[in-house]
C-alpha cells in the first residue's frame, strides 16, 4: 500500500485567499491496495434491484462507491482501509491484467432525473469474485495536521493572527485573515449614544458574500430634495437596482423559511434549501429560464433539499403550505432538479414509499413492529408484484401500514379514530384509494407479509376489506 506524503501547508482551499484558514479544508489521496486473500473483508453500498423486461432482479453497487463496513482483522483492515474511502478503480491479478477498470456509473437511459446511479456490471463481478486484485481507493483528509509532529489539534490564535500547533508550538501560518466582524470607534462623532460600529459577518447566502455598501438617508425630512445628500443618494441607489438580487434572495429565504416551519423541518433543510435557491437565482441571473413564479421556486429547492438530507417529502404535503397548482410546481421542480444537478453535481436520490412509511406511522402511533412489517410489505410490493406500479408512493405506503395494524392492532388506533381513517389523514391518500390498493396487496399477501409477523393462519384469514 502506497500513500503520497501529507503537508500541512497544503491544507488551502482554492476558493480561499493567501494567508486565511479554513478549519474544514480537506484534501484526497489515492491509495493503491493489492488483494491476496479470497474475501478481502470489506462491504459497500449495495442494492437488491427490482426486475425489468431487459434485466432480471439482481444485486448491484450504487455509486459512487463508498465502503461502507471493514471486517476486523480482515485482509482489508492490516492494509490500512477504512470506512467512507471510494473505491475508483480496480483490475484483476488472476489472469493479471495491464489496466485498471474505472468504477463508473452505467449509462441508464431510463433513469429517472434524479435517481439513483449504479456502477456498471462488470466492475461489479469483479469485486463481488474477490480474491487477487488490486484496487484504487481515495480518501479525504479533513483535519489539518501538523508537519512536525503528526497532531490534528491545530488552533487559530486571533490576537497573534497564527495558526499554530497545539502540542508542538510549531506555526504553521501567520498574519491570517480574520473573518470576524471589525470593531470601530467614532468617538468624535455626533449625537451618537454608541460610538461603536462594526460591518456584519460574511453571509455566503447573499451576492458578494454580504461584503456589499448601503447609503443611509441622513437629515431631515426636506433633505431628500437635495441634490447630494444622504436620503437623495439612497433612493437613487434603490432605483438603480444595486441591491435587487439581495432583495430577491431576502424575500426567497424568508419564505423558505416559513415553509420549513409550516412542514415542521429542521435548520439543515433550511439552509440546504437556501443554497440551492441562490444557486437558482444567480443562474436566473444569467439569463437562463427556469420560471417565474417565486412560490414554485421555493417550494421546489425545500422539495429537494429534502431528498438531498434523506428525508424526502410528497408533492401533497408541499402543496399543503403553498398555493401554486400541482401543474406549475411539478414543471418549476423539473426545470430546478436539472439546473441544481448541472450546477452543483448533487445527486438527487428518487424517493421509495419506504422512505415515508416511518414518518406516517409515527403519526398513528403504531409499534416498531407494524412499522418494520409495513416498510417491508412496501419494499416487497414493488419487486415482486404490479400491483404497485404507477401507484402515488403515499398511497402504497397507506395501504402497507394498512395491511400490518390489520394483522396485529384490528380496526381501531390509540387515537380513536377507525384504522381505514387515521391512515388517510397520515397519509394524505384518500380512503377509497387506500382500500383499492389493498385489495391488491391482499391478493398477493402470503408473498408480501414477512413469516416473523404474522403465521400462516393469520395471514390467510385477514378480511379482504
Avoid at 431487459?54 to 492494509?79: C, D
Avoid at 434549501?273 to 413564479?293: I, N, P, S, W, Y
Avoid at 421556486?297 to 402543496?319: D, W
Wanted: with cysteine.
Amino acid at each position: 500500500m502506497s500513500t503520497s506524503a501529507i503537508n500541512a501547508r497544503d491544507f488551502r482551499p482554492k476558493d480561499k485567499a493567501v494567508g486565511s484558514w479554513d478549519p474544514n479544508s480537506s484534501r484526497w489521496d489515492e491509495i493503491v491496495v493489492s488483494f491476496v486473500q479470497p474475501s478481502w473483508g470489506i462491504t459497500a453500498n449495495m442494492e437488491h434491484t427490482a426486475a425489468t423486461k431487459e434485466h432480471p432482479q439482481r444485486t448491484r453497487f450504487t455509486y459512487p462507491l463508498n465502503i461502507t463496513g471493514v471486517k476486523y482483522q480482515s485482509e482489508a483492515e492490516l492494509k490500512g482501509l477504512r470506512i467512507n474511502d471510494v473505491l475508483v478503480a480496480v483490475k484483476s491479478d488472476n489472469p493479471p491484467t495491464a489496466d485498471f477498470i474505472e468504477v463508473v456509473p452505467e449509462e441508464d437511459y431510463d433513469r429517472l432525473p434524479g435517481g439513483k446511479q449504479y456502477v456498471a456490471d462488470d466492475v461489479r463481478d469483479l469485486l463481488m469474485r474477490g480474491g487477487a486484485c488490486t484496487v484504487k481507493v481515495k480518501r479525504e483528509w479533513k483535519n489539518q495536521r501538523c508537519e512536525e509532529c503528526g497532531s490534528d489539534r491545530i488552533i487559530e490564535q486571533t490576537q497573534m493572527g497564527d495558526l499554530t500547533c497545539e502540542d508542538c508550538g510549531t506555526v504553521h501560518r501567520s498574519r491570517l485573515i480574520s473573518m470576524a466582524s471589525e470593531w470601530r470607534t467614532f468617538a468624535d462623532d455626533d449625537n451618537k449614544s454608541d460610538p461603536n460600529r462594526t460591518g456584519g459577518p460574511e453571509n455566503p447566502l447573499l451576492s458578494g458574500d454580504g461584503m456589499q455598501t448601503m447609503i443611509q438617508t441622513g437629515g431631515g425630512r426636506m433633505a431628500s430634495d437635495v441634490l447630494g445628500t444622504g436620503a437623495n443618494l439612497s433612493k437613487s441607489q434603490y432605483r438603480s437596482g444595486g441591491q435587487t438580487n439581495d432583495r430577491a434572495l431576502q424575500e426567497g429565504y424568508a419564505q423558505i423559511q416559513a415553509m420549513c416551519d409550516r412542514l415542521n423541518l429542521n435548520l439543515a433543510i433550511s439552509m440546504e434549501a437556501k443554497e440551492l435557491f441562490k444557486v437558482v437565482e444567480d443562474q436566473k441571473q444569467a439569463g437562463r429560464k427556469v420560471g417565474k413564479d417565486l412560490e414554485a421556486i421555493v417550494a421546489s429547492t425545500v422539495f429537494i433539499g429534502c431528498r438531498i438530507k434523506n428525508v424526502p417529502r410528497t408533492i401533497k404535503e408541499i402543496l399543503t403550505v403553498v398555493k401554486c397548482t400541482k401543474h406549475d410546481l411539478g414543471k418549476t421542480l423539473k426545470a430546478v432538479t436539472q439546473l441544481v444537478q448541472e450546477v452543483t453535481g448533487k445527486v438527487i436520490s428518487s424517493s421509495k414509499p419506504s422512505d415515508v412509511i416511518e414518518r406516517f406511522c409515527s403519526h398513528i402511533k403504531t409499534s416498531h413492529d407494524v412499522t418494520k412489517a409495513a416498510t417491508e410489505i412496501t419494499d416487497r410490493a414493488f419487486e415482486i408484484t404490479s400491483v404497485a406500479q404507477g401507484r402515488v408512493h403515499a398511497s402504497v405506503a397507506g395501504a402497507a401500514i394498512y395491511m400490518a395494524c390489520l394483522l396485529r392492532e384490528g380496526q381501531g388506533t390509540s387515537s380513536g379514530l377507525p384504522l381505514c381513517k387515521a391512515v388517510s389523514e397520515a397519509s394524505g391518500a384518500a380512503e377509497a384509494t387506500i382500500r383499492d390498493v389493498y385489495k391488491g396487496l391482499h391478493a398477493e399477501r402470503h408473498k408480501l407479509v414477512p413469516e416473523w409477523f404474522a403465521t400462516k393462519e393469520q395471514i390467510q384469514s385477514m378480511s379482504e376489506h
